[in-house]
């Protein structure tokens, strides 16, 4: 899925490593072979290109991620649509290869599109036919989906629940810069890891998080982006509601959940809502969240961080 992960673990001396190494990537590459984009062979990819009319039942992983993805969709408004993969395409950020909907942003010949040329595009998470209980999805016709914002924390937690099973309680998990931790370490210490700032010289004080049962995830808008030929510079953070990049300064959004994928389609979900919306909707629904804003120069610039009711509460 174009990225890379890593596994810290605890456990006795002449642990059979590669049969561990082995058991990661199989769980990885079932997430691969069930939602990657970029895989013409995946499940998803072979909806994405299925006629009008396709009912496909979806294998366990596939749908419980679908089923986590549409109820953040309905929570958030439409501010996360796991079905905007065409539209996220057109700006330039889809994947690539035979698996492409649109030339890349970094491709030669790659044009933003146009308001007619967005609006032209499957985008709506609610006309999606999607029976749960079946876990059946019917393609009504140029349906793409997208789960880049979803699947990688629900990998995070897939690979979290082989290594329990191996009888490797005490773990930290990394897939893509999300992370879930577990158990301690032999000092009895909990897994500590930094947040990411925006910038080497945002100004903001480091944020160090305690990741004992919990999980983390970040989205940000300052390593997926380009400008456009009028200098303005477009985020890969799409809004589906106004199907066009975000613009509202938000730099980065950090979700802490007990669940990795909750906290990986949360995240995306805040930086859509972007400062205030955003903000409101973790405190209404209690989720853990740290929002930074870049000031415009009229605010002075710099940076500025806002927290959460469940944010503060953790920092405590």
């Known amino acids: 899925m174009g990225t890379t992960w890593s596994v810290r673990f605890i456990g006795p001396s002449g642990l059979r490593l590669a049969a561990i190494e082995a058991a990661v990537v199989r769980a990885c590459d079932e997430v691969i072979a069930q939602m990657s984009g970029w895989d013409a062979a995946s499940d998803l990819s072979r909806f994405n290109r299925a006629p009008a009319g396709t009912v496909c039942r979806l294998p366990d992983g596939f749908a419980t991620v679908l089923d986590a993805a549409l109820r953040i969709a309905a929570a958030s408004g439409g501010a996360y649509d796991p079905s905007a993969g065409a539209l996220v395409a057109l700006w330039g950020f889809g994947p690539s290869g035979e698996t492409a909907l649109a030339p890349r942003h970094d491709e030669a010949g790659f044009q933003p599109p146009s308001a007619q040329d ?7 998470w609610d006309a999606l036919p999607w029976d749960g209980e079946r876990r059946t999805l019917v393609q009504t016709g140029g349906v793409a989906l997208d789960l880049s914002a979803i699947a990688k924390g629900f990998a995070v937690d897939r690979v979290s629940d082989v290594l329990g099973a191996l009888g490797l309680p005490d773990h930290l998990v990394e897939i893509g810069g999300e992370l879930r931790g577990a158990g301690l370490k032999p000092d009895g210490q909990p897994w500590w890891v930094d947040l990411e700032p925006p910038a080497a010289d945002c100004g ?29 510079w477009r985020s890969h953070t799409i809004d589906p509601r106004t199907r066009r990049p975000v613009e509202h300064g938000v730099a980065s959004v950090t979700v802490v959940h007990d ?21 409101a909707l973790a405190d209404r629904l209690g989720l853990a969240a740290r929002l930074v804003r870049r000031r415009p120069s009229i605010e002075g610039g710099g940076f500025e961080e806002r927290f959460s009711a469940a944010m503060r509460a953790l920092m405590l």
């Open 118 to 124: 967005c609006a032209r595009v499957h985008c709506g």
């Open 204 to 232: 903001l004080a480091p944020l160090r998080i305690a990741l004992h049962g919990l999980s983390v995830a970040t989205s940000g808008d300052y390593r997926k982006c380009f400008a456009d030929a009028d200098g303005q």
């Open 259 to 279: 669940s990795a994928m909750a906290a990986d389609g949360w995240s995306t979900a805040l930086m859509v809502l972007g400062p205030d919306e955003g903000l």
